[in-house]
């Protein structure tokens, strides 16, 4: 690689700089002069000769083509005329002349191919003089550093200062507001420089602080650029505020600087100030000695100096050093002194500030009156260059500080070695020549093989030269290097060099920065282009590292084309060849190698031929001068691109082969029709839409990159294919085979082609499988074709040498015809697999029957054992695609259970005896189907089963399922019927329900607000015929998922004292209040359930589990059954203890009652509850506290309300529900609880009969009345509750008859004063229908013996009612 010139700006509108900066004057065209004042004729035949002849190829081949100038003289040298300045960031571009300026700033825009480009159009253009007759000298633009911590070193604005012939210093921000002035020296500026910071790159190195430096003919004055940055911040605000307020602007105190009187030098035109030095211990010696003679004192440590370097005349070059520390006065005190008292006398008499608002009698005294200017320090000459004819033009230093480059009037670059004073090296024949430098960083990779890898970066310098007179550009290396490059450029441009970056910047702020900077930019006034230069760092190195440099650069060059979207393939493989063959370094060129075949869009032809080009170059190279590795590499690549080619071909011939009758598929078609119902409804299920992305199709083509990277030589000449990722290896098994199984290639050729390449057939085997395994879909719409072609590939693979042994024991199995099982088996697309065991099964039993008859002998062992395994794997595969299809089928939307379980034969192995069961119960879950719908189609099956043969039912089953429309609801009973017929064993009824059981108690666990999963749990286990199995699953239900919950809430109550709110369950227990109810009326079902099943264990003898024949080598867990049959019993007091309490928590949760339930146990019964209902406990036994049987029996009696209460809005002759509070069988609960806790069954009814009488319930009552024993008392409530039914009538009612009112007065005494007494507020139901109150006063008559002391008042009160009733 080579310089380059980058176009990375253009201009707009330079016509109309160029028109108003000369709208005054018309250019004059180019005249040619006399070029004889102070000059001499010089020879260049030497330069002209080596220019001529061509000896630079590098000039040659970079060189770019001169654009022609336009009529309108844009072409004409006005640009030399102005004064211009570009900023480092080149966002901001400055032309000035005279007292005119323009102000360019970068824009972006899109071109007509859409790409964004930076251009630089006029923000600003105006008149900067502000006194009479002053013209602008010099200027330069400096981007200010943003202090924000989120900055990453883009400025944050640029400030143009501008010096005049008056002597003014004048700063400016982008949009041409004048921010300060400052007149520092009466004499014209001459030249305008900037120094910003560094980031040093040895320790050794001095570190440079920020600095402006203005030349005046015989003064020179620095500013700090600390002090310049903050004052510049400062007035930009200032301004802004002043113009947001609509106020005048405060005039800022004047800047801090040194101002020196360069002396003994006859012409000054231009300057370097080189920054702060310390010289060495010699140095210091000899310069003592030289200044002060032998007896000169040296001071213990060196001075730090300012150094400064001039230009100009007599001497031709002059070195100034100003001593750290001196007494040269920071010219700022009065500035300091009157900086609080901002008056506008002493500014104009002490700082000379301009160009601040001011009344105008101000005005008129500044433009009167100049403001005092302060005096230069005298600063003599150490040494300089002396030449009396030489006139020095302009002076350039390097960013490194260490050398400058000097022009002169007689045509000569001079550079200078700033350190040692003296000149170095010297070029002729550059008249008016520009000069710039371009430091250049090592890139990575560059010493990537060389020993110093791990030392810092290293840095070459590039000296640019531009000769306007011959419009050439060139790049020379230091200090002695040779020139690298040389472009022809127009004779207008001008070189912009700016030699600073940022301002503002700090060893701190810059961390982390990446700034953005143009070191060199060539500007072309013809076609308003901007221009820098590229330099590769390797042109600056010695020849033997340069090749190894050039190598990393070519292959950089080779990653450039290769990401390029616009070369067309033979401009690539011209290219790229063309860099391969001049890449020196082997391994440099292995890596290009390899990175040019892991390109993607590279094709496959290219790849070819640049492989064959390179192979031919390395047999020609001798052995000893390359790798080994290298050639092996380009050979092995080049066999793999042939057999992508040839492959590739095959898939698209035209001639295919015609597939001969093969004997061994004989009986395939009968197999096919056998499976075809279930194959289709499978693919039918299989069948519905996806998303898919287009690059993931199988269809697209394999990428030859892709094919190269999974393919491997060894070194015997075979090839090894890599197997990384599933996605790949069955993008290379599509690529070679499913052209064959489609029909479209011959196999024959395809195989022969493979097998020639040296590819093993057992990994041919297992890409044919992958390829047969992933396109289910394709091969199920034309199995009997598919399924041929498989055959024939098959086979083909099989002939192979070394697919099959040749000889194997019999008594073993074939490796070969093992790995095809292997395949099937794990598949989890059971349709295909099926089809590729049926047909592997034929061809195995062809090979071996072949093989016995070429032996003329019976290997029956061999045979057996082989094809016995065949059988047991078809089996087993066919059982799996009716499962998998039963898995397939869709669940209801809004089901819970998720995307349907992928099963394969491996996984059900694994699964151990119930992995079968364990399937079918979670699909039971996701059809979210009830137990008694279960319960049917289980009970169909065995119907079927008892009415035909097992064997006919399982095929006739097979072979009907699809007779219905696909609509049909009866189909997924069918399916499950199906299954279950084929899984005898395994799904029998009760290890179906028991898994189903299990899985819907799992379900509920995680989500126990879901409280219907452990309703249906438990309605599953109600289902199981077997008490010993219900009794282990009820069991291990209990202690798994039940007992934790179930204690929490016993706790929760008993901390409560009553049913608990629904925060508290949620936190407690888990749950809301709600599904807590649901939860303990769960709980005592199970509690009920495993008492049963306890009584029946003694009864019924335990179950034999048993797997079909075909699945007895399942390994894996046992299932829920065998674990369930392996627990131990229960102890029955305690399961009934623990229902007890279930059924006093679900009561006092459903009727919301005040209780403490464990308080209702006496001690020995707390401590019975929640232990293993295994073990034997101590129980409560003897009578009770009467106190503990007062609770209970007022615990009792509230629920008995409640229950009452609850059924008040149901009628008398309505039935009521079986779950809910409203449930019948409440109030029979109650007594049996009564019964457990030692309460009088008596009494619960008695109050259950007054309860119902209370609440107008009469009907319910006069049932419930039936079951009381003692009548006497139940009389006496029963009277007293009539009594205030009709006090109610008579004395409360809103609506009292004239008739009531005389039968009260009618009535005896004692009666009148009995209903008087009665308080009707306690009935819930007062305004009873007078016939039921006359029914239920004619019980009472009944009821009461007459020897009754109430018996009486019974009489008096039925004569009131019937007379009550008559009115």
Request: glycine share 6%.
């Amino acid at each position: 690689m080579s310089c380059s010139l980058l176009e990375f700006c253009r201009l707009q509108e330079f016509k109309t700089v160029r028109d108003f900066l000369f709208q005054s004057q018309k250019i004059e065209p180019v005249e040619n002069k006399n070029q004889t004042d102070n000059e001499l004729s010089w020879d260049t035949s030497d330069w002209e000769s080596a220019w001529d002849n061509g000896d630079n190829p590098e000039e040659n081949s970079t060189s770019a083509t001169t654009v022609e100038e336009d009529a309108a003289g844009q072409g004409q040298p006005w640009l030399q005329d102005c004064v211009v300045s570009l900023s480092p960031c080149s966002d901001l571009l400055v032309v000035a002349r005279d007292q005119k300026a323009v102000f360019l700033s970068a824009k972006w825009r899109t071109d007509d191919s859409g790409r964004e480009e930076m251009t630089l159009a006029v923000s600003w253009s105006g008149i900067l003089g502000t006194e009479e007759g002053e013209c602008i000298t010099s200027a330069i633009s400096i981007p200010l550093a943003s202090q924000k911590r989120s900055s990453t070193g883009r400025p944050d604005w640029t400030c143009v200062v501008v010096g005049f012939t008056s002597g003014y210093v004048r700063f400016y921000t982008e949009s041409g507001v004048l921010l300060l002035a400052q007149l520092l020296h009466e004499d014209p500026v001459l030249r305008l420089k900037c120094r910003t910071y560094e980031i040093p790159r040895h320790p050794g190195v001095t570190e440079q602080h920020e600095e402006m430096s203005i030349l005046y003919p015989a003064a020179l004055v620095t500013i700090d650029g600390f002090s310049l940055f903050q004052s510049l911040r400062a007035c930009r605000n200032q301004v802004a505020r002043a113009t947001a307020a609509g106020s005048d602007v405060v005039p800022p105190p004047p800047l801090a600087y040194k101002k020196w009187g360069l002396q003994e030098m006859d012409t000054i035109v231009d300057h370097s100030s080189v920054g702060i030095m310390t010289l060495c211990v010699f140095d210091q010696m000899k310069n003592a000695s030289i200044l002060g003679g032998f007896n000169a004192s040296v001071k213990g440590s060196p001075p730090a100096m300012s150094q400064y370097i001039t230009v100009g005349a007599g001497p031709y070059t002059g070195f100034y050093y100003a001593v750290e520390g001196s007494s040269q006065p920071l010219l700022s005190h009065v500035a300091l002194a009157v900086a609080s008292k901002l008056t506008s006398a002493l500014f104009s008499a002490a700082s000379g500030w301009l160009g601040w608002n001011k009344n105008k009698n101000e005005e008129e005294v500044a433009q009167k009156q100049k403001p005092k200017v302060e005096p230069a320090t005298p600063l003599g000459i150490r040494f300089g260059l002396p030449d009396s004819r030489r006139h020095g033009e302009a002076i350039c230093l390097s960013p490194c500080n260490t050398l400058a480059g000097v022009t002169d009037d007689f045509g000569r670059v001079t550079l200078l070695d700033l350190a040692r004073g003296i000149a170095i090296r010297m070029w002729k024949g550059y008249r008016d020549a520009q000069l710039g430098w371009l430091q250049v960083q090592e890139e990575r990779g560059d010493r990537e093989y060389s020993p110093s890898a791990s030392l810092p970066k290293r840095h070459a310098l590039f000296l640019i030269i531009y000769a306007p007179r011959r419009g050439i550009l060139e790049v020379w290396a230091m200090q002695r290097g040779p020139r690298v490059g040389a472009f022809t450029v127009g004779k207008h441009c001008k070189l912009l060099y700016a030699g600073y970056r940022l301002m503002g910047v700090n060893s701190v702020t810059s961390q982390g920065w990446q700034l953005h900077t143009q070191q060199v930019c060539l500007l072309d006034p013809t076609t308003g282009a901007l221009r820098t230069v590229n330099i590769p760092f390797h042109l600056a190195l010695s020849d033997k590292k340069s090749e190894r440099a050039k190598d990393m650069h070519l292959v950089k060059k080779l990653s450039a084309i290769l990401k390029s979207r616009d070369v067309d393939p033979e401009t690539l493989e011209n290219e790229a060849r063309n860099v391969l063959l001049d890449i020196k370094h082997p391994a440099i060129k292995k890596q290009a190698l390899e990175s040019l075949l892991s390109h993607k869009n590279t094709p496959v032809s290219c790849l070819t031929n640049i492989m064959c080009a390179l192979n031919d170059t390395l047999k020609e190279q001798a052995a000893d001068e390359m790798d080994a590795s290298l050639p092996q590499l380009c050979s092995s690549q080049l066999k793999l691109l042939r057999l992508y080619t040839d492959i590739q071909q095959l898939q698209s011939a035209a001639d295919t082969e015609t597939c001969a009758e093969n004997d061994s598929l004989e009986g395939i078609e009968d197999e096919l029709s056998r499976v075809g119902p279930i194959l289709q409804r499978y693919a039918q299920l299989t069948s519905k839409p996806s998303v898919s992305f287009a690059q993931d199709s199988p269809d697209s083509p394999l990428p030859v990159q892709a094919f190269l990277s999974q393919m491997e030589c060894t070194e015997d000449g075979k090839v090894k294919v890599i197997r990384r990722s599933e996605t790949e290896w069955n993008q290379l098994g599509n690529f070679m085979f499913w052209g064959c199984l489609c029909g479209r290639s011959p196999p024959h050729k395809v195989c022969d082609t493979l097998q020639q390449a040296g590819i093993s057939p057992q990994q041919l085997l297992s890409l044919l499988l992958s390829v047969w395994l992933q396109r289910e879909k394709e091969t199920l719409t034309k199995p009997a074709e598919t399924v041929r072609h498989l055959h024939t590939l098959l086979v083909a693979l099989s002939n192979i040498k070394g697919a099959v042994e040749e000889s194997w024991d019999p008594q073993s199995i074939s490796p070969w015809w093992q790995q095809v099982r292997s395949t099937c088996v794990q598949s989890h697309n059971a349709a295909a697999a099926l089809l590729a065991a049926l047909v592997a099964h034929r061809a195995a039993k062809a090979s071996i029957t072949s093989r016995a008859d070429s032996k003329l002998q019976s290997e029956w062992e061999a045979v057996s054992l082989e094809l016995e395994q065949w059988v047991v794997c078809v089996r087993q595969l066919e059982d799996v695609l009716v499962l998998q299809t039963l898995l397939l089928v869709s669940s209801p939307q809004g089901t819970a259970g998720g995307a349907a379980a992928q099963c394969s034969t491996k996984i059900l192995l694994e699964g151990g005896t119930g992995g079968i069961a364990d399937s079918v119960s979670k699909w039971v879950f996701r059809q979210n189907m009830v137990p008694e719908r279960l319960k049917e189609i289980l009970h169909k099956k065995e119907v079927s089963e008892d009415s035909e043969d097992k064997q006919e039912q399982r095929e006739g089953g097979e072979g009907n399922e699809e007779k219905k429309n696909e609509g049909d609801p009866d189909k997924t009973a069918e399916l499950l019927v199906a299954v279950c017929q084929r899984f005898p064993h395994s799904l029998s009824p009760d290890l179906l329900f028991a898994h189903c059981c299990w899985e819907y108690v799992v379900q509920w666990n995680k989500d126990p607000e879901e409280s219907r999963y452990l309703s249906l749990a438990v309605e599953h286990l109600k289902l199981i015929s077997s008490p010993h199995i219900q009794l282990g699953i009820s069991t291990m239900m209990w202690n798994t998922f039940i007992v934790k919950r179930f204690s929490a809430a016993a706790f929760l109550m008993e901390k409560v004292g009553k049913a608990p709110k629904d925060r508290l369950c949620r936190r407690d227990v888990g749950m809301g209040d709600k599904a807590m109810t649901s939860f303990l009326s769960c709980c005592v079902q199970l509690l009920q359930i495993l008492m049963e099943a306890d009584s029946a264990t003694e009864e019924v003898p335990a179950p034999e589990l048993s797997v079909e024949e075909a699945w007895s080598g399942a390994e894996g867990p046992a299932s829920i059954a065998e674990l369930a049959l392996e627990q131990r019993g229960i102890h029955y007091p305690l399961v009934q203890h623990h229902c007890l309490l279930a059924s006093l928590l679900h009561a006092a949760m459903s009727f919301s009652v005040k209780v403490k339930p464990l308080s209702l146990f006496d001690s020995k019964g707390k401590n019975a509850f929640f232990r293993d209902l295994t073990t034997i406990q101590l129980m409560p036994s003897g009578d009770m506290d009467p106190s503990l049987v007062s609770m209970r029996q007022e615990f009792l009696l509230r629920v008995l309300t409640g229950w009452v209460q609850a059924i008040d809005d149901a009628p008398n002759s309505t039935p009521l529900p079986s779950t809910g509070p409203k449930a019948n069988w409440w109030p029979s609960l109650c007594l049996e609880l009564g019964t457990l806790l030692q309460v009088n069954p008596d009494i619960l009814q008695r109050h259950l009969v007054c309860e119902l009488y209370n609440q107008g319930l009469d009907l319910r009552a006069e049932e419930m009345m039936l079951e009381v024993q003692d009548k006497d008392v139940l009389g006496s409530q029963l009277l007293v509750l009539t009594g205030q039914r009709l006090s109610y009538s008579l004395l409360h009612s809103q609506s009292q008859t004239q008739a009531a009112m005389e039968l009260l007065a009618r009535l005896p005494p004692t009666l009148c004063t009995w209903l008087k007494a009665m308080d009707p507020s306690e009935l819930r139901c007062p305004l009873v229908p007078l016939p039921q109150t006359s029914r239920l006063v004619s019980r009472l008559v009944e009821m009461l013996p007459e020897n009754h002391a109430q018996y009486s008042l019974a009489l008096h009160l039925l004569e009131a009612v019937d007379v009550l009733a008559t009115d």
